[in-house]
């Protein structure tokens, strides 16, 4: 199947895919091939032409966010010269629809990880906890089920290399298999309070939450910050933050409870309803720059 793109409101596949948002998508010469729930398929883009297979149109235009009105999101977020050069560089990258579950579990085990950690650490989840699903010749596995994960063993999951987080992935599952927490419930929930019942599950701090509420829940308001986006924030946007929160920060790799709120505060502030755009493309634009 084929989706053709309109010039006036851009699409990236590879920028979309390849910015850290997602960790579960692999690229076999001009394809990507992606399990989404239970389903395989894959995707390319040649030109202002979308082509797939294995999925109809409505799921492809609302996993990748095409149904987002990106020039209205640019002209809103375009507040100064550095966040229109990360525009420009990447424009078409999208926020994507990910399923709150697998989003969840992925962020919880992505702390303290560089991204080629997360995807081994998610694969292996995959292959051991998932079913196999082939498609294209290949073997796929279906991410791993709440109740497949909450009747796993601790010592199953430091097998997949989870080390500390596999407690935190255990006990969450537990939650979400037991009815006591519904990732789906949060898209009735506005940023705040979404945000504060995510608080509650084991494993999940300021960051992972605003992560899931961004990349799954639809939640564009919300703003990460982990080093890269501190980073961005000391080198290009000090002027907007206290003189003592720059000092206090500066010198140190992690982020305080407190450092996180206020530069957090700061990025919603500045960049409005659709901070969690502006986060994705100054994020990448950092991380391609230092490399």
Known sequence: MK???????????DS?????????????????YGVVEENVF?????????????????FVKNYFGLLDNLPRIFSQISKDKHIKRAIE????????????????????????????????MLLNLSKKFGDKSPFDGYSFQTFPTPT??????????????????????????????????????LKRRNYEKARHE???????????????LLFSIEQLEAFPVDVWIKRVILKHYA???????????????????????????????????????AQEYLYHHERTQSH
Request: charged fraction near 25%; proline fraction near 4%.
């Open 3 to 13: 989706i053709w793109l309109s010039p006036s409101c851009p699409f990236n596949l």
């Open 16 to 32: 979309t895919l390849c910015c850290g948002q997602v960790f579960t998508w692999d690229k076999r010469g001009d394809w990507w």
């Open 42 to 58: 894959k995707i390319r883009q040649v030109g202002d032409e979308l082509e797939f297979e294995n999925a109809d149109d409505g």
């Open 89 to 120: 560089k990447f424009k078409g990258l999208r926020i994507l629809r990910q399923d709150p579950w697998e989003c969840l579990i992925s962020y919880i085990c992505a702390t303290y990880k560089n991204i080629p950690a997360i995807k081994q």
């Open 148 to 185: 497949r994960l909450a009747k796993a063993s601790l010592k199953e999951f430091v097998e997949c290399g989870l080390g500390y987080r596999a407690k935190y992935v255990s006990e969450t599952a537990k939650k979400v298999h037991e009815g006591i927490f519904n990732p789906g419930n």
């Open 198 to 212: 995510l608080l509650t599950l084991p494993g999940v701090g300021l960051k992972v939450a605003d992560c899931v």
């Open 239 to 277: 002027n907007h933050v206290p003189t003592a929160l720059i000092r206090k920060t500066s010198d140190k790799k992690s982020i305080a409870k407190s450092e996180y709120e206020k530069l957090n505060l700061f990025g919603r502030k500045y960049f409005g309803e659709y901070a969690g755009y």
